[in-house]
C-alpha cells in the first residue's frame, strides 16, 4: 500500500534552517507529484508548494519563495523540504502529501505523511 | 488568490443525524472540462488530513457513502446522511483550479453533541 513516512521532529533556533525528508513506497515514486502543507499549532492547511519527482520541477507558494526549497532523491523514493531563516510563526506540522494529476491539470492529494513537528524557539 | 470561506466553522452533531457544510469560493471552480476543482479533506483527531471528496462529489477509496459532496462553480456543499461517531473531526474544502497556490478553507469541526 501508498506510505509517506516522514522523518522526526525537529527543534530550531530562529534564523536555522531545518531540512523534512518524506519516504515514499508502495508506488511507482517519479509518477506523482509530492505537495507539502503545514499547519501552526490549532490553525488550518496551508499549502507550500510541489515538486515533480520525475523532473526536479518545482512551484511554491509566493510567501515561501526564497525561504524554501523542495528537492527528490529519486533513488530512494525520498522527497525534502528545506525551510532557511526560520522564525517563530514557522513553528507547525508539516505534511508531505501524493499528488494524483489528472486530465486537464487537476491533482488531488490523495496520500499524505504523518506529519513531522518543526518547533522554532530560542 | 481565490479565497475559500466555509461556514459553520463548528457543527454538534447528534448521530444519526445529517449534517451539512458549506464551501465558498471567491471566484467559479468550474473548469473547461466540465469538472469543479474542488476537494474535501477531513482531519480527524491527532491524524493527518486524508481525502474525502475530488472534484467536488466523487468519494475517494475507502469513504462511506454517507458522505455526499454537491455543488458547482462557487458553491459547494458537503453533507453526512447520517453521522456517526468516527466523523468527529475538521472538515476542509480546498481549491485546486487557479494554482499556485491550492487554498483551503478555514475548516469546519465537526464533534458529538
Redesign the interface.
Same mark, same amino acid.
Given at each position: 500500500q501508498v506510505q509517506l513516512v516522514q522523518s522526526g521532529a525537529e527543534m530550531k533556533k530562529p534564523g536555522a534552517s531545518v531540512k523534512v525528508s518524506c519516504k515514499a513506497s508502495g508506488y511507482t515514486f517519479t509518477a506523482f507529484y509530492i505537495?507539502w502543507?503545514r499547519q501552526a499549532p490549532g490553525q #488550518? +492547511?496551508? $499549502?507550500m #508548494?510541489w515538486i515533480n519527482p520525475n523532473s526536479g520541477g518545482t !512551484?511554491? =507558494? &509566493?510567501e515561501f519563495q526564497g525561504g524554501v526549497t523542495m528537492t527528490t532523491d529519486t533513488s530512494i523514493s525520498t522527497a525534502y523540504m528545506e525551510l532557511s531563516g526560520l522564525k517563530s510563526d514557522d513553528t507547525a506540522v508539516y505534511?508531505c =502529501?501524493r499528488a494524483t494529476y489528472g !486530465?486537464?491539470g487537476? &491533482?488531488? +492529494?490523495?496520500n $499524505? #505523511? &504523518? #506529519?513531522t513537528l518543526v518547533t522554532v524557539s530560542s | 488568490d481565490i479565497v475559500m470561506t466555509q461556514s459553520p466553522l463548528s457543527l454538534p452533531v447528534t448521530p444519526g443525524e445529517p449534517a451539512s457544510i458549506s464551501c465558498r469560493s471567491t471566484r467559479s471552480l468550474l473548469h473547461s472540462s466540465g469538472h469543479n476543482f474542488l476537494d474535501w479533506y477531513v482531519q480527524k483527531p491527532g491524524q493527518s488530513p486524508q481525502l474525502l471528496i475530488y472534484l467536488a462529489y466523487n468519494r475517494a477509496s475507502g469513504v462511506p457513502d454517507r458522505f455526499i459532496g454537491s455543488g458547482s462553480g462557487t458553491d459547494f456543499t458537503l453533507k453526512i446522511s447520517r453521522v456517526e461517531a468516527e466523523d468527529v473531526g475538521v472538515y476542509y474544502c480546498m481549491q485546486a483550479l487557479q494554482t499556485p497556490p491550492f487554498t483551503f478553507g478555514p475548516g469546519t469541526r465537526v464533534d458529538i453533541k
Open positions: 505537495h502543507v #488550518g +492547511l496551508e $499549502w #508548494g !512551484t511554491y =507558494a &509566493q505534511y =502529501a !486530465t486537464s487537476y &491533482q488531488h +492529494l490523495d $499524505w #505523511g &504523518q #506529519g | -
